[in-house]
């Protein structure tokens, strides 16, 4: 799984050296290319209709010659080159989604055609491309759409690019509703039928988890029916309410989270997701001072690594020939149940030396010191919140293949807790 921070929110295009070293310094080792940023979807939205003095120059020019594009992005193609750091995807300019101009599907297609082209040129081998929908009868969505896609498939075939789309909401009257792409079933048969129409897998999807939240869909179902069509994801925050693109686990009410991240763990895990995590806190970062930026972006990046190992935790398991864990309480109680049987642990250990020879959840309760006598292939799962102190005795132990494990995102819980006066048998 690569993770991939985009730059919107932290990064000036126009002057991006700063803001790039920052990203790189933080540990990101790839960036999305947000053509949006230069093609706005308030700059499309106003192509043309601007008054003469207040006009963007940006959008009258790019109107002239979608071909400026790369020229927009030069600087930051060429920080992202000094910095070593990649560009795996890039997303497309569009419209927004309570747009009013029924005029700009064929530019649209145009800014599309060349973002791919861009792609290729660079190297880029994935381009997010939302559906059109503006000035489209509704019942008509799929057909235009289809013969939109299996245009921009040739190009894409010939540039070594894939196109996603994306899981759509629309904006009626300050109210997000489902659009294009929101219902999973819906979004599978496109993506199947666009491939088989161009005669090969060409598409793939983006599921947005932001769009996900404002229409109210469960995640972990909305993966398991895309499956293996999933090969991005766009990770942001949200109130449910209105579009935001916030750090991950930031937007919370009376301590309660507003996205439902479990259920995305659980289906990105089911589906065993291994593409690209687009980390997108684009109004977080606009938020910060950029004094602050840099320390929030060491946070992302170690947001963006607890979800990858959330998702991967059954690939950690799949790793070692044998396990042992260390602790006997509720979370090795949570491991049995959800992963006993398919990764058996050779015993259990606990700094409880009065549990010392009893047997927990099935297994043997065995002092620390036992964990010397394990073969080099096997690993430790921690099964304690004291994770840190634990791992600094395993060393001190001499242990060397140390894991942790938690339960936060597990198949299913056990709601009862055990207490200190429990019989452990």
């Not at 029916?225 to 766009?234: E, F, H, Y």
């Not at 259920?263 to 980390?279: S, Y």
Request: aromatic content about 10%.
């Amino acid at each position: 799984m690569q993770l991939i921070c985009s730059p919107s929110g932290s990064v000036d295009f126009r002057h991006p050296g700063q803001g790039i070293r920052d990203i790189r310094k933080a540990g990101f080792e790839a960036v999305s290319l947000d053509l949006f940023q230069c093609a706005s979807p308030w700059s499309l939205e106003t192509l043309g209709k601007q008054k003469k003095e207040t006009e963007d120059p940006w959008a009258a020019r790019l109107f002239q010659d979608p071909a400026d594009l790369k020229k927009q992005v030069s600087a930051l193609l060429f920080q992202c080159q000094s910095n070593t750091l990649q560009i795996p995807v890039a997303r497309a300019p569009y419209l927004p989604r309570d747009t009013r101009r029924t005029d700009l599907n064929t530019f649209l297609e145009q800014l599309t055609a060349y973002s791919i082209r861009l792609c290729g040129e660079i190297g880029c081998s994935s381009l997010v491309v939302p559906p059109l929908f503006s000035g489209i009868e509704k019942g008509l969505q799929w057909q235009e759409n289809h013969a939109y896609y299996l245009r921009l498939a040739g190009i894409a075939r010939e540039c070594h690019v894939t196109i996603l789309l994306e899981n759509q909401c629309m904006n009626y009257n300050g109210h997000f509703l489902r659009g294009i792409c929101s219902d999973a079933e819906e979004a599978a048969r496109w993506v199947d039928c666009l491939n088989k129409d161009a005669g090969e897998e060409r598409f793939g999807f983006c599921m947005d988890t932001g769009v996900c939240t404002l229409c109210g869909q469960d995640m972990h179902t909305f993966a398991g029916i895309l499956g293996q069509r999933v090969k991005a994801i766009r990770l942001r925050d949200c109130d449910g309410y209105q579009e935001n693109a916030l750090l991950p686990f930031t937007c919370a009410e009376q301590g309660q989270n507003r996205t439902d991240w479990l259920n995305l763990i659980r289906g990105l895990r089911e589906i065993e997701f291994d593409g690209g995590l687009i980390l997108d806190f684009a109004d977080t970062a606009a938020a910060f001072s950029p004094l602050l930026r840099p320390r929030l972006l060491s946070l992302a990046y170690a947001v963006a690594e607890y979800v990858k190992w959330q998702i991967e935790i059954e690939n950690l398991l799949k790793k070692y020939a044998t396990i042992a864990l260390f602790g006997a309480g509720n979370m090795c109680r949570n491991y049995m149940k959800c992963y006993g049987e398919t990764y058996p642990p050779l015993f259990t250990c606990d700094n409880n030396s009065a549990l010392w020879g009893t047997i927990f959840c099935g297994l043997e309760v065995k002092p620390p010191e036992a964990l010397k006598e394990l073969p080099e292939d096997c690993g430790v799962f921690i099964c304690n919140v004291y994770y840190r102190e634990i791992e600094k005795q395993l060393r001190e132990l001499g242990i060397q293949n140390i894991e942790y494990f938690n339960d936060e995102y597990m198949p299913s819980f056990h709601f009862d807790r055990i207490k200190r006066n429990d019989t452990l048998k």
